[in-house]
């Protein structure tokens, strides 16, 4: 029965739209969410003024009758009216004591600047004059009665602002005013006359002196608004629905300029930059609420309050106290004093910056007033990211891209802000580094293994080639390097030491700025902080809050054998500095350490490339011995740095022609050398380019790589466990706690485990006896072959654990090129919505992650205890995190940076599917 509906509700009726609707969220539709929060907070005890809301039911059953309210509805919006009459004591349209209200929008989700709002109404030539008399203010009545013409004519009648503001201007003009304050009651008189000339010159009829047709005409406005232009762009491009509908909120007005024991503010209940407990915001006395925001007049501390109004000002810490009890948040919130009274208008959660995210949240659970579990879903992973790496001054940023210093943009592949000087070679820019001690960027087209000693020594990187998971990117996430990758627009020229964005020319030693959050790159030198993890004690006790909670058993509900805690957080580290600062951000293993990394180092590459040149197996053997005590010094310093916890150390997975100069460079030294007749070294060279030309290949990294290389040329891979064994057996002698886990890279079949696994458990127990000791340890293989997580149950046969190369396995099942596909098309792709996100930075789940499941699945049936982690990139990216929570394994490694936004990561997984089984999940 249409008429029976109810289509009020007063603010004091939130019990009745909680019973219809049956939850808040319920409530929030209804009644949208400016409605509900006065609603609200007036159930709370919080002095709000009286009013009552219009329904979002109201506003979609108005516009389907074309325009027409609802039966029932004006009845009750004027009962309303007369209740709040009641509460206030004051009578709508009554020049003695007039009641005034102002009419609000006000939808589900704030759709800021949809609808104006209406104040003042019930206003009219009468009621002027009488609140001059009452309030003895004639400056201040007149000055509300012109306001509300003004505004009732823009919102509600649509007459454009400057059909008001030019006769307002010419006025002042005239009285030779700069300030509206320097006008007097006579002048707000005649200027009220004025805006009614312009309502009825546009519209044909007098401004509405009855106060029931301007609550009738704002109310529809409102309404209308739903459907403006405005409001439709708007919910278009915040992707709201255009069902909702809007409410209306009729509030009693107060105010806050009816002298000096009046006032108004906005405040936060703990300061939003730093999150310290303590009121943060202004106020005015004698002012209305848009002279706080407009700044007109210089704005109050809000502790001073307590000086001018003691008595309010207590009520008011009170109250906000009260909020924060009630909503458990910080609250952002608006008030007004009217003759020493107060009234909160407005309360909400308050935006705050990372640090006080961190800190309000942690506060909040010491304080009881939320769970540790909530602090942790408090605080995201962005927070913690912002957090962790040197920013950009934000207003220094902005000046600079004022001043047209943004240079490039490129795709954001390692956080923090660097600023530096540009050089074009990893040798250049660690000599400038090191001895000149220069803040140096290198910038590169791409970067290869050799040239990590100059990305080493930069503040930071930048590539106009390769994706998020090309060499530059791993390696400067690895090391938390700023680095922007694939800036296509740069062109750089090595020869001329220089780079050009169209015409602007950037010379080898000028400075620009990196921004590695978002992936700008800036002319000239932009001031930076720098902050640490050992400093932000708050960081750490959320941190371990969230380790605990992932330790907790039964915290994922899983099938017998399965990890029933949450994802460990594991780290990439190759060298045991990296280990030490891994551990130090709280990682608690090492999921991959690329042992071909240590075959870089300046001293060692001779000898591989002696190696690898070898004509036959002794003289391999020979160089490898040479190379084994490096090797098994660097495995001890990575056991001792893990003292307890996995290390997990790769065996040698790239092809070898890395290790070698390219082919092109020999080229073109032995063509010098003929031409200038030098014969000393000619002969060398060019059997190394002979050797070089024999190992091409046309498609490398699908070629002798990983397990195939150690199948070809076994010595290297015993020799790396022999290393790996007496390392751990040294350390084991020295009373550190070793847990090694050798794996095997880029397997795509078990037989390829079964050729060589043997060989080498063979080589790690006869270490064993040679050394008389014992330790626990592990042989398993990367998963990054599609057809290796297609037969992962043979695979299990005898790889112990699992770790998902998910670098390689997104390459091989898109069958994209991980170093070439961001800087050609898949740019276009996530733009075009083809693909949703940049599968090498976000795990793709459809496809990868199906084949990912399956894995540990049909792993885990052959070897129900099987250890799963991944390694890939996305092991430090949250939403991959979070799936891998969902198909099972038992941790996650990523670089030693990330790890902290890991370990919140794996704690925010184990909350939101807390008591989900992973069986039924997937
Ligand atoms: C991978 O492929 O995901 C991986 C970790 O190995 P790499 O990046 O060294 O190929
Ligand atoms: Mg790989």
């Not at 127990?765 to 050394?771: G, H, N, R």
């Amino acid at each position: 029965m249409m008429s029976g509906k109810k289509w009020v509700y007063l603010f004091n009726e939130v019990e009745q739209a909680e019973k219809y609707t049956g939850s808040w969220d319920g409530v929030r539709a209804l009644l949208g969410g400016k409605g509900s929060g006065l609603a609200d907070m007036t159930r709370a005890g919080v002095p709000v003024p009286p009013g009552f809301t219009v329904t979002t039911e109201a506003c979609n059953a108005y516009l389907a009758a074309g325009q027409k309210f609802p039966a029932g509805m004006w009845e009750q919006e004027l009962e309303a009216l007369k209740q709040t009459e009641k509460q206030t004591g004051k009578t709508f349209g009554d020049a003695k004591r007039p009641l005034l209200v102002s009419c609000r929008s006000g939808a589900k989700f704030s759709m800021p600047g949809m609808m104006d709002t209406v104040l003042n109404i019930g206003m009219n030539d009468a009621v002027a004059q009488g609140m001059a008399e009452l309030t003895g203010d004639e400056r201040f009545s007149f000055d509300a009665y012109r306001r509300l013409v003004e505004m009732f004519g823009e919102v509600v009648l649509g007459i454009p602002d400057e059909k008001f503001e030019h006769p307002l201007a010419e006025y002042k003009a005239k009285m030779g005013v700069k300030s509206d304050t320097e006008l007097t009651a006579a002048d707000w008189k005649a200027i009220t006359e004025t805006f009614k000339k312009v309502v009825r010159e546009n519209q044909g009829f007098d401004f509405p002196q009855d106060p029931y047709d301007q609550l009738r005409l704002a109310t529809e406005a409102v309404f209308k608004s739903w459907n403006g232009k405005r409001a439709v762009d708007y919910r278009n491009a915040a992707g709201i629905a255009h069902d909702l509908g809007t409410a209306v909120n009729i509030v009693t007005m107060v105010f806050g300029n009816m002298g000096w024991n009046s006032g108004t503010g906005v405040a936060f209940t703990r300061d939003p930059s730093t999150g310290e407990k303590k009121m943060y915001g202004d106020y005015l006395l004698n002012a209305q609420g848009e002279d706080v925001v407009a700044g007109i007049r210089n704005t109050e501390k809000i502790e001073n309050l307590g000086k001018d109004l003691p008595e309010a000002y207590k009520e008011f810490l009170e109250i906000c106290a009260r909020l924060e009890r009630h909503y458990k948040e910080m609250q952002d919130v608006e008030f007004t004093i009217e003759r020493g009274k107060l009234w909160m208008l407005q309360t909400r959660n308050g935006k705050r910056t990372a640090k006080a995210a961190v800190k309000i949240a942690v506060d909040m659970a010491n304080e009881d007033l939320i769970t540790k579990e909530d602090a942790i879903l408090r605080v995201t992973p962005e927070n913690v990211d912002t957090l962790l790496h040197p920013q950009f001054d934000a207003k220094a940023r902005q000046k600079a891209k004022d001043e047209g210093r943004l240079y490039a943009t490129g795709v954001n592949v390692s956080p923090g802000a660097a600023v530096g000087q540009v050089y074009f070679d990893a040798d250049t820019a660690e000599r400038m580094a090191k001895e000149h001690k220069q803040d140096v960027i290198m910038v590169r087209p791409f970067t290869k293994p050799d040239d990590v000693h100059g990305m080493l020594a930069a503040k930071g990187i930048l590539t106009s080639e390769g994706g998020a998971t090309s060499h530059a990117a791993v390696v400067a996430r690895q090391f938390g390097v700023p680095c922007i990758v694939g800036a296509s627009m740069v062109r750089i020229d090595l020869d001329m030491r220089e780079m050009k964005v169209e015409d602007k020319v950037v010379r080898e030693g000028e400075w620009i700025s990196v921004d590695g959050t978002i992936g700008e790159v800036f002319l000239g030198q932009i001031p930076t902080s720098a902050p640490s993890l050992e400093e932000q004690t708050d960081l750490l006790t959320l941190l371990k809050w969230a380790d605990d909670l992932c330790a907790t058993p039964g915290i994922r509900k899983a099938p017998k054998g399965w990890p029933t805690t949450g994802l460990q957080v594991w780290a990439n580290a190759d060298y045991p500095k990296d280990a030490r600062r891994a551990r130090s951000y709280g990682a608690v293993g090492i999921g991959l350490c690329r042992t071909e990394h240590m075959f870089f180092e300046p001293e060692r590459l001779p000898i591989v490339q002696r190696m690898i040149l070898a004509e036959n197996s002794a003289d391999r053997t020979a160089a490898l011995n040479k190379l084994l005590p490096s090797q098994r010094s660097d495995f001890e310093g990575l056991f001792e740095a893990m003292d307890g916890y996995p290390v997990i150390i790769r065996l040698i997975d790239p092809p070898l022609h890395e290790f070698l100069p390219s082919e092109e460079t020999l080229l073109e030294e032995v063509i010098t050398m003929r031409v200038k007749g030098e014969t000393k070294g000619l002969a060398q060279k060019e059997k190394l380019l002979a050797s070089v030309r024999s190992m091409h290949e046309s498609n490398p990294m699908m070629g002798l790589r990983g397990v195939r290389l150690s199948i070809q040329m076994p010595e290297i891979v015993e020799m790396q466990v022999r290393a790996i064994f007496e390392a751990a057996a040294n350390m084991t002698l020295k009373k550190v706690v070793v847990k090694p886990e050798v794996m095997i890279p880029l397997t795509g079949t078990v037989n390829e485990l079964r050729w060589i696994q043997p060989r080498l458990v063979k080589i790690a127990k006869k270490v064993m006896e040679e050394k008389k000791v014992t330790f626990d340890y592990k042989f398993g293989t990367m998963i990054e072959i599609p057809r290796a997580a297609v037969t992962a149950a043979e695979i299990a046969e005898l790889a112990e654990f699992f770790s998902f190369g998910t670098n390689d396995l997104t390459q091989m099942t898109f069958g994209y090129s991980r170093d070439d596909a961001e800087r050609n098309f898949l740019v276009t792709y996530v733009e075009q919505g083809i693909l949703p996100k940049n599968p090498f930075q976000t795990l793709d789940q459809a496809g990868v992650g199906r084949l990912m499941d399956m894995s540990v699945k049909d792993g885990r049936t052959t070897r129900v205890t099987l250890e799963v982690g991944i390694c890939g990139e996305h092991g430090g990216d949250p939403a991959s995190i979070e799936f891998c929570h969902t198909i099972g394994n038992n941790y996650v490694s990523c670089s030693p940076f990330r790890v902290p936004i890991a370990r919140l990561s794996a704690a925010h997984s184990a909350l939101k599917h807390k008591g989900v089984s992973i069986a039924e999940d997937k």
